[in-house]
């Protein structure tokens, strides 16, 4: 009968997580064709031993279990399995629950013996009655059938986390898995070839996550906004088999698709939240729930490899470390802790039914005359397992939250939430490939993200309803595009891509070699797909020898026949991360935001789960051998990490209302200031002043070297090691920036921003720094770097009129000072007058004021430590100080007034017709105009210093010129005035006296200082090119008749002996 082959099969699943069955009940409900079970109890203690995670169940129970079979269509029906209310609650391991779980109750104990004692599939089959109308053959494929068919539905799934005060609960109304065709439709399907794959979806209905926090009782006394609020979504599974009998699928593919994913953050739940994820964290880098030393999964095929110096704190290495057992292996409940993650891909073989290959495998040969070999001695390799989530919008809401009391005085208070920010994303992808230890890659897309200001902050209602504001004035910060512009390029070849291979029938083929994926998944290409940020991570493991395949469970090694030596592995890690053009708006309103959701996120007592170790102590050992030492040099694994921005924008306003002294005291630990806060009644103020900062390009690389206990140690101990060697005991950082240009801007009434007004032109520079790893080993090795930082600076010029720098200072007190209630300042109007013309409009009648102009060249510097001292040094190439006065529509044209410059030859400073010759710019080799050499030197170990103190400086010539149009612009005072007193201005300031002061180099050239003869003729003093070209200078006898216009030219030549000009 079919029901003594497919009854044992779903009692040892059942019976397996289920305490206190009785499988004859059990066998004789199934026999009648449904078993409904109530108030079921879990297992707990086998459902650790198979997560292998560090968390313990506290509760486990199902409120209802329900399985039909249906016998007379087995074939062509599905088996349906039902829980009703399924409830477990975690907690975080500590150290008491070790001994908790040691000293646990017999009643667990002898439930997981018993467990263990349950008879196998094998032996039930081998009691059931054989029917000789049933062969063997039509057994295999009919319990395959079944159990590729077998639909799973759970109705009301909780899940508790507790922690401290932290309740984490997540509820699904719903989940739903079944087989389907290969249009993704419900259907009763089998594995043929030649397709050979098999076909699931997963639908998780009204899925809701909340956190709340609980008092000294444990008790919830407020509750919470839903952080996910009836959330549903989907999964698709597709496998893909080698043949019609395998196992193991060759190729598995699992990816999650949601349309809308709506979060939500109260100000008490964000420091929950972070709590949340720095536990995720530590699980990821092993900080806290590692495996125990000494423990080793049994039964792993690489048990050598696994055992790597270093690879326990490594989380590339804890991603591969996890090889799945053989299925044999699987079934006899091995207990080995390879971390988190090696637990997850030891559950690959689960997930696709491998743990009923022993069980079935008994049935076929037991059943089958001449029957198969027991187990197969070429085993198969590790698959492919793809897992992909995406997301078409996803939004994260942060609300503020306020008691309010109800009208009536013994009414309970309740928890009112305020919405505040909202940060808002566009076509999300997250996709990994692996395939056991040798291959592993993460990648991470967002097409589109936003974010914007709603509602009010801190009382000041800036973005209500009633104020009628544009919703482009609430977004403070963009980057990418939206979904509309870019398309659905960020399912492309997923599952939910109708022109993806597995949607047409045609297997996929995927990239695993590390430089074939770095030539195809680019920068560029991600940029491409994606449009506002992507990040790649890939870690590989490559062998020198083909013998022994990383990845490969090798069951004759088990056996013992031959071991052979473990080849030596390379692994690499890399990491690219890419971003795209963005604009980020520091207003008032999003500056108050993002600090209060600081100052929120600070607000707790929690302790880290993971405190830095002491430096270890330096422990002699011998020198490394020659072979050790030739196969560090032939490569040596480390991490790269990479970061890109491109076009970054970032504009900083002048502050509308300035409540920042409530909240930065806050922020660096200290209580809020007593008393109510004054809050004023926001009102748009338009223009607005604004500081734009503009990157063309931001390059960041940072490496480290991925085993450096070992490498260290390894390397110290050479009397002499190479350069290659010592580079690798450093971390090493990159950084590069170009085209970056700072300006003035202006929001106006429209909501646009006018041209920028340059302070800054565009510029590059260049820092790198290095940092020795674990010094301790290097205190001996006085030669040896500890630390490097050189930084270089090619051209860097700054340019600002003086109504440009007192707007600045008006923008800097705009943040800095507040009128108390928070209010805005304003700003003259003037002063906005001289430093913005709108496009298109005539520039005012009063000439500009003189711009000032300083420019450095070639700026190296560079510090050093080692453990003798500190070492500081660098050069500057060149200096320039100069004014630029502006032309005038009377005919007066732009000059270039110098007023300081550097390095300058004054060799001849000292004769008459220095001031006559016509000097050409220095040459591109001359000397540097300032060279300077800092030594300090450290207390040794023995308290006296091992070198002396060393301060070196060389400077150049300099040349400064103390023209009269420095004291314009200092004394410049914008203000509006008449035509008449403009032009009566501009004469005043024309026969201001020049002095000019000539150290230790040239003056460069003006046309009245190198031409004498203008100072000797009266005439031409009133012509002068730079000061006199107007009408008006002519027919003004009262500013003209002055005792200087009148000297002789005895005194002229006086005033430049006396200055020795």
């Not at 029957?371 to 793809?386: A, L």
């Amino acid at each position: 009968m079919l029901e003594s082959y497919v009854t044992p099969l779903l009692m040892t699943y059942v019976n397996k997580y289920i305490k206190n069955l009785k499988p004859s009940d059990l066998q004789l409900s199934l026999w009648g064709g449904d078993v409904v079970l109530s108030k079921l109890e879990l297992k707990l203690d086998v459902l650790e031993q198979e997560l292998k995670l560090p968390f313990t169940f506290l509760s486990g129970h199902i409120h209802e279990l329900r399985i039909h079979v249906p016998w007379t269509k087995l074939g062509s029906e599905a088996v349906v399995i039902t829980i009703n209310t399924m409830e477990c609650i975690l907690k975080l391991k500590d150290g008491a629950q070790d001994d908790h779980e040691s000293g646990s109750s017999s009643t667990s104990r002898s439930a997981s013996e018993s467990s263990k004692t349950l008879p196998k599939p094998r032996r039930l089959q081998q009691a059931a009655p054989s029917d000789p109308d049933l062969p063997p053959g039509y057994v295999q494929s009919l319990i395959r059938r079944v159990v590729n068919n077998v639909n799973i539905v759970v109705n009301n799934l909780i899940l508790k986390y507790v922690e401290d005060d932290i309740v984490l609960s997540v509820n699904i109304t719903s989940a739903e898995s079944y087989t389907v065709h290969e249009f993704w439709d419900r259907a009763f399907m089998d594995i043929t070839a030649p397709d050979l794959v098999l076909r699931k979806v997963i639908n998780f209905s009204d899925c809701t996550v909340c956190l709340d926090k609980r008092n000294g009782s444990g008790k919830i006394q407020f509750y919470q906004d839903p952080l996910l609020y009836k959330c549903s979504f989907r999964t698709r599974l597709h496998f893909t088999y080698h043949n019609i009998n395998s196992k193991i699928p060759a190729v598995i593919k699992i990816q999650t698709m949601v349309e809308s994913l709506k979060l939500s953050i109260t100000d008490q739940q964000l420091p929950m939240f972070i709590r949340i994820m720095e536990l995720v964290l530590s699980l990821y880098y092993g900080e806290i729930g590692g495996g125990k030393e000494g423990e080793a999964e049994e039964g792993s095929g690489h048990g050598e490899v696994i055992a790597t110096p270093g690879l326990e704190g490594d989380p590339e290495a804890q991603v591969m470390a996890g090889q799945y057992p053989s299925p044999e292996l699987y079934m006899q409940g091995e207990e080995g802790d390879q971390g988190w993650v090696s637990w997850a891909w030891s559950f690959v073989p689960a997930i696709v039914g491998a743990e009923d290959e022993e069980g079935e495998e008994g049935f076929y040969q037991q059943g089958e005359e001449g029957g198969r070999s027991s187990p197969q001695q070429n085993p198969p390799k590790d698959p492919v397992v793809s897992i992909g989530f995406y997301c078409t919008k996803a939004s994260v809401t942060f609300k503020l939250t306020e008691m309010q009391t109800e009208s009536s005085y013994y009414s309970p208070q309740k928890m009112k939430s305020r919405e505040g920010l909202c940060l808002e994303q566009e076509g999300i992808t997250m996709e990994v490939l692996m395939m056991g230890e040798p291959f592993f890659d993460c990648q991470i897309g967002i097409v589109g993200v936003r974010a914007l200001c709603l509602k009010g902050i801190m009382g000041v209602r800036d973005f209500e309803e009633n104020l009628n504001r544009r919703e482009e004035d609430a977004v403070f910060f963009s980057c990418g595009e939206s979904l509309s512009s870019k398309g659905m390029t960020y399912l492309t070849n997923s599952l939910f891509d109708y022109r993806s291979p597995e949607n047409n029938g045609v297997r996929a083929e995927f990239i695993l070699d590390a430089t074939n994926h770095k030539e195809t998944y680019t920068e560029i290409s991600g940029m491409q797909r994606f449009g506002a940020f992507y990040m790649d991570y890939l870690y590989t493991v490559e062998t020198s020898s083909t013998k022994v395949c990383v990845g490969q469970q090798d069951f004759t090694m088990a056996t013992g026949p031959k071991e052979e030596p473990v080849p030596p592995v390379q692994e690499t890690s890399v990491k690219r991360l890419v971003v795209g053009p963005l604009d980020l708006l520091l207003n008032s309103s999003a500056v108050h935001r993002l600090l209060k959701m600081l100052a929120c996120a600070m607000d707790h007592e929690y302790q880290p789960y993971y405190k830095p170790q002491p430096d270890p102590v330096e422990v002699p050992r011998a020198p490394a051998s020659q072979e050790e030492v030739s196969v560090l040099e032939e490569f040596i694994p480390t991490r790269l990490t990479c970061l890109t921005l491109q076009k970054v924008t970032v504009t900083l306003n002048m502050a509308e209302f300035n409540l920042l002294h409530t909240l930065i005291p806050v922020i660096m630990g200290q209580k809020a200031p007593p008393g109510p806060v004054s809050v004023p009644v926001f009102q748009a103020m338009r223009p607005l002043p604004a500081l734009r900062f503009q990157v063309d390009s931001v390059n960041v690389e940072h490496s480290v070297p991925m085993f450096a206990p070992e490498l260290i140690n390894t390397v110290s101990s050479l009397s002499q090691p190479s350069d290659n060697l010592l580079h690798h005991c450093y971390t090493h950082c990159y950084l590069k920036v170009f085209g970056v240009q700072t300006g003035l801007t202006c929001l106006d009434s429209t909501g646009g921003f006018l041209p920028l007004s340059p302070l800054i032109p565009s510029f590059s520079t260049a820092l790198y720094g290095k940092l020795l790893q674990m010094p301790q080993y290097w205190t001996k090795r006085s030669s040896v770097l500890m630390t490097e930082c050189i930084f270089e600076l090619p051209n860097f010029t700054v340019q600002a009129t003086r109504p440009q720098i007192l707007l600045l200072q008006a923008m800097l007190q705009s943040w800095t000072h507040s009128l108390g209630d928070g209010s805005y300042p304003g700003v003259n109007e003037a002063l906005l007058s001289h430093v913005y013309t709108a496009p298109g409009v005539k520039s005012p009648s009063p000439p500009p004021p003189p711009t000032l102009e300083a420019s450095v060249q070639n700026v190296e510097l560079k510090f050093c430590s080692r453990a003798t001292g500190n070492c500081v040094g660098g050069t500057v190439g060149a200096v320039k100080v100069c004014a630029r006065t502006p032309g005038s529509p009377e005919g007066m044209k732009e000059k270039l007034v110098p007023l300081l410059q550097g390095p300058s030859d004054t060799k001849e400073l000292h004769q008459s017709r220095w001031l006559n010759e016509i000097r050409k710019p220095e040459s591109l080799l001359a000397p540097d105009l300032l060279t300077f050499s800092v030594q300090i030197p450290q207390h040794g170990v023995d308290g006296r210093n091992s070198s002396g103190a060393v301060f070196l400086v060389s400077v150049q010539g300099i040349a400064v010129n103390l023209d009269p149009v420095f004291s314009t612009w200092i004394l410049h005072q914008p203000q509006k005035r008449s035509s008449r007193q403009q032009v009566e201005h501009t004469h005043t300031h024309t026969h201001t006296p020049r002095w000019t002061f000539c150290t230790m180099s040239y003056l460069h050239r003006t046309d009245n200082l190198h031409r004498a003869d203008n100072l000797h003729r009266a005439d031409n003093l009133h012509r002068t090119d730079n000061l006199h070209r107007t009408d008006n200078l002519h027919r003004t006898d009262n500013l003209h008749r002055t005792d200087n216009l009148h000297r002789t030219d005895r005194e002229a030549g006086w005033i430049l002996h006396r200055f020795n000009l």
